[in-house]
């Protein structure tokens, strides 16, 4: 039975949304790519990246002839939409000074809208990251939102108590020493703004799940935004039972239970529900310990041809600045596999139009930043800005969003069909309703989440499985990469299952 068609005319919150979405100014990753343009000639600090351990025992203090080591990890790298054929376990181990003044690892903050993701996100790392004027406004995130912390340990106190981000205990005083670097990738939790999450889950290494403690389980997005983690074969996830502190003793177990059950048939069933309170830092210390022990660094290869997928793109010039002052456009991600140097050629696809082709983006790489600072080579983990000559016109209000920054002799194919083995839910895990997912049909739009990418195409073939659709926007993706499908269902497009790519027509260049 084909879908029902809706009108294409939304709700004026929802027009609102879609605005603000597409035309506000990026949230910190824009203050931290501001900077990428700027040189500088401070020496970069020696740290240490401690690897977390498996088990809740008290970890050994790091000493500075250990810093030095290389860094190691046993934990498979969780699936996410990158080219399946480069995803190896690396032979060549990153060194402290090697990954210095940038995040190791990218966590994403998921969950239903209103139950504390922003908040928990400020509790770790110091920083609110809704910052866009609509977003302060309506209190709710719209955008990504970024931000970056340090994993510390006090040497004197036991656990969880030791874990903090502070550089003195806030215990005993004493000085705490570095475990690692991570960033926060906050995604917003509102029905009409999934296909902003499944961009960020793109970038994501491991998951926290937020939920409420004082409202049921599970919420729509709560069990949306973990299908999500599924489709994308994230298996490193946390719960947090936030706002334990608007419910009773009583309310709280019963939530906790129910948490627990709704779980248990996810592929989060084994993983800790830690209570907190992120509005008053209750349990902050407890999380970090969990993260430390179940969210790992996952291995790198830096060997790789590099690959970033593009979150953001802007102009960082101000209105007024004269012609001989202008800098060059800024694109934002996450590396996801080699390295980048300032000096590098690089491409940008699938590119922007000119006429009825599009065109790739040559560029050099004139600087590289991190939250942490300015960086010579930046590797995988965290959020990098990467400073072009590019014109900024190019880059300005996330043009460039969904593409991916590469050398041009080892980027993915750009395509204007993909053809994908599809695999649907059983059900609308996003609607209240649950009804139940209607089998693909010919000349129906879908929106396809490919990396960091969303397009909306028609369904041109249909046959035992086997879907091609023509993109009313290229992708640049490998082959064999598993992609998240949505239908729009009551004017909101809901996540109703994922294909893998096995081919289609690449795009026309110029």
Same mark, same amino acid.
């Given at each position: 039975m084909s879908p029902r068609k809706k009108k294409a005319t939304t709700s004026k919150e929802e027009a609102t949304l879609s605005?603000? %979405? %597409?035309? %506000?100014?990026? *949230?910190?990753?824009?203050?931290? #790519?501001? *900077?990428?343009? *700027?040189?500088?000639?401070?020496?970069?600090?020696?740290?240490?990246?401690?690897?977390p351990v498996k088990k809740a025992t008290p970890k050994k203090t790091t000493t500075k002839k250990e810093t030095t080591k290389s860094t190691k990890t046993s934990t498979k790298q969780p699936t996410k939409s990158t080219p399946k054929s480069k995803k190896k376990t690396s032979t060549k181990k990153l060194t402290s000074d090697e990954i210095q003044n940038q995040a190791e690892i990218s966590l994403g903050m998921i969950g239903h809208v209103d139950h504390g993701k922003s908040t928990l996100t400020q509790a770790l790392t110091g920083k609110f990251p809704d910052t866009h004027s609509e977003e302060i406004r309506r209190g709710i995130s719209i955008r990504l939102g970024y931000a970056e912390t340090e994993f510390r340990e006090c040497p004197k106190c036991e656990a969880p108590t030791k874990y903090t981000t502070k550089k003195e205990c806030p215990n005993c005083g004493k000085k705490t020493e570095l475990l690692r670097r991570v960033a926060f990738v906050d995604a917003p939790g509102h029905e009409v703004l999934m296909a902003t999450m499944l961009s960020g889950a793109s970038i994501m290494d491991g998951a926290i799940l937020v939920v409420a403690t004082n409202e049921r389980v599970p919420m729509p997005q709560t069990r949306e935004h973990l299908a999500a983690m599924d489709i994308i074969g994230m298996e490193k996830v946390i719960v947090c039972q936030n706002k334990i502190e608007l419910a009773t003793e009583k309310e709280a177990v019963k939530n906790f239970k129910d948490l627990k059950k709704f779980i248990s048939t996810t592929s989060a069933k084994n993983s800790p529900v830690i209570p907190i309170s992120a509005v008053h830092h209750s349990n902050i210390d407890l999380l970090i310990q969990s993260i430390e022990e179940n969210l790992p660094t996952p291995p790198r290869d830096a060997d790789l041809p590099p690959q970033m997928l593009? #979150?953001?793109?802007?102009?960082?010039?101000? =209105? $007024?600045?004269?012609? %001989?002052?202008?800098?060059?456009?800024?694109? /934002? /991600?996450?590396?996801?596999?080699?390295?980048?140097?300032?000096?590098?050629?690089?491409?940008?696809? =699938? /590119?922007?139009?000119?006429?009825?082709?599009?065109?790739?983006?040559n560029t050099k790489i004139v600087s590289l930043r991190s939250g942490f600072g300015e960086l010579e080579i930046a590797h995988p983990g965290g959020l990098i800005g990467i400073g072009t000559n590019l014109d900024p016109a190019l880059t300005k209000s996330d043009m460039l969003v969904g593409q991916i920054v590469g050398y041009s002799e080892s980027l993915p194919p750009s395509w204007d069909t993909l053809e994908f083995e599809s695999h649907l839910l059983e059900r609308v895990v996003g609607s209240e309703s649950q009804s139940t997912v209607q089998n693909i049909e010919m000349n129906e739009n879908l929106m396809l989440s490919v990396g960091t990418a969303k397009t909306v195409g028609k369904v041109v073939m249909v046959a035992k499985g086997k879907v091609a659709i023509n993109l009313r926007l290229p992708v640049?993706?490998?082959? $064999?990469?598993?992609? #998240?499908?949505?239908?729009?269902?009551?004017?909101? @497009?809901?996540?109703? $299952? @994922? /294909?893998?790519?096995?081919g289609g027509k690449e795009q026309r260049s110029g």
């Open positions: 605005k603000s %979405e %597409e035309v %506000e100014s990026t *949230k910190s990753s824009k203050t931290a #790519a501001k *900077k990428a343009t *700027k040189t500088t000639s401070t020496k970069a600090k020696k740290t240490s990246a401690k690897t593009v #979150a953001r793109s802007f102009d960082v010039n101000k =209105p $007024g600045q004269s012609p %001989e002052k202008l800098k060059g456009g800024v694109v /934002g /991600g996450s590396i996801i596999q080699g390295k980048f140097s300032v000096g590098d050629d690089i491409q940008i696809r =699938p /590119g922007v139009r000119r006429g009825n082709k599009y065109k790739f983006l640049c993706v490998e082959t $064999g990469v598993r992609i #998240a499908i949505s239908r729009q269902i009551d004017r909101r @497009w809901r996540l109703i $299952g @994922w /294909g893998t790519i096995t």
